[in-house]
Every structure is written in C-alpha cells, then in structure tokens.
C-alpha cells in the first residue's frame, strides 16, 4: 500500500502539463506563460479578432491528472477556464460566417496523444455559458482532412461555427464571448515521462 501512495505522489508531481498557447502572433515560454498586463490582447484577422479577457496572467495548465467528462465540464477559477471574445467591427448590411479552430503547436517535450485530452467550449447567451453544438458532448483532438470553407487549415480542429450580422444602415461592433475548458481524459495512462499538450486559437470568416 505504502509503494502505491508513494507512486501516485511522485505521478501528481510530474503530472501533465498543457499550455494554452492562445492567439496567432502572441508570444509564449513554457510552462508558466503568462500575457500581458493590459486587461485585453487582441490579434486582428481581417475583418475579424480574437479578444483575449485577460482576467489570469496565466494561460497554462500545469500538473493535472485524468478526470472525467462530469467533472472536467465542472472545472473553475483561473488557470482551469479560458475566456475570450470573438468580435468584429463591422459595416453596415454585412453579415459574417465565422469558424473558431484549435491548431496544435509542435515542440521538442514529449507530447500527449490526439485522444488523450478533452475540449469543451460553451458561449455567453442572456447571462450564462451556454453548451455550443460540437463540442456539447468534450471531444479529443480531431483534426480536419482538408481546409475548411471558411478557411480553416488542414490538421486544425474546428470547435466552433458562428455568424456575425449587422443589418443596420451604420458601422456596428458585434461579438460573441466564450470559455474554453480542457482536460486530460480519465482513460490516459500515465507513467514517468512528464507530456504537454499546446494549442492556440484561431478563427476565420468569410463575408456573406
């Protein structure tokens, strides 16, 4: 009994690493990454931006154990949540198709598998997050096969697909609000070797 605590403690402290990386152009370390002091960061595509709510200076999440998806979809407080605002400004009688994607980023630390992690993203409606429809039920990592209609890459995940409208005679900011959630699956086997997993955010649009 004694050896199989004394395992499990030397497990926590190795434990999993992942690192949010966040949006195209933000620069990053290792594991203790953290973003600017400005409340928002924000990296403009176009048309459309990603928003950073900059709420905790750290985006990382260190020393995590498998859990499963009741209680990862339960995660709260800083370094377990992940706020961000897509929004655009835009012109009067234009309406955006938008896709929000998670692209992995490659580095030399051994790295969790595709199936080992879990994403759940929810939207802000009327007050509260709410469940958005391809991630309602966590996935893994799936990666697309080709570019997708909007233009997301090849080997990106799609987690999201949205529009944006503003049918007014005046230019107008819209946007919507997220939080992302992620986790290490409660069937990953761990052993010795400390893994990571890095992604950042991107999202593109297409005018309609």
Do not use: C
């Amino acid at each position: 009994m004694m050896k199989s605590e004394s395992k499990q403690i030397l497990l926590s402290i190795i434990g999993i690493s992942i690192l949010i990386i966040a949006f195209v152009g933000i620069s990053y370390a290792a594991f203790t990454s953290s973003l600017a002091d400005s409340n928002q960061q924000g990296i403009s595509t176009g048309t459309i931006s990603l928003v950073l709510k900059n709420e905790s200076s750290n985006v990382s999440i260190k020393n995590m154990m498998p859990m499963s998806i009741e209680d990862g979809k339960k995660l709260t407080g800083d370094g377990n949540v992940y706020d961000f605002t897509v929004e655009s400004n835009l012109s009067h009688n234009t309406t955006l198709n938008y896709e929000i994607s998670i692209e992995k980023v490659v580095s030399d630390q051994p790295s969790l598998n595709d199936g080992d992690v879990r994403f759940y993203l929810q939207r802000m409606s009327n007050g509260e997050f709410i469940d958005t429809s391809i991630t309602s039920n966590p996935q893994p990592f799936i990666a697309l096969k080709q570019d997708s209609f909007l233009g997301s890459k090849k080997g990106t995940m799609v987690i999201y697909s949205g529009t944006l409208s503003n049918l007014t005679d005046k230019d107008k900011l819209e946007k919507e609000e997220f939080r992302l959630r992620m986790w290490v699956d409660q069937e990953t086997i761990i052993d010795s070797v400390s893994k990571q997993f890095n992604i950042k955010l991107n999202v593109t649009a297409k005018a309609i």
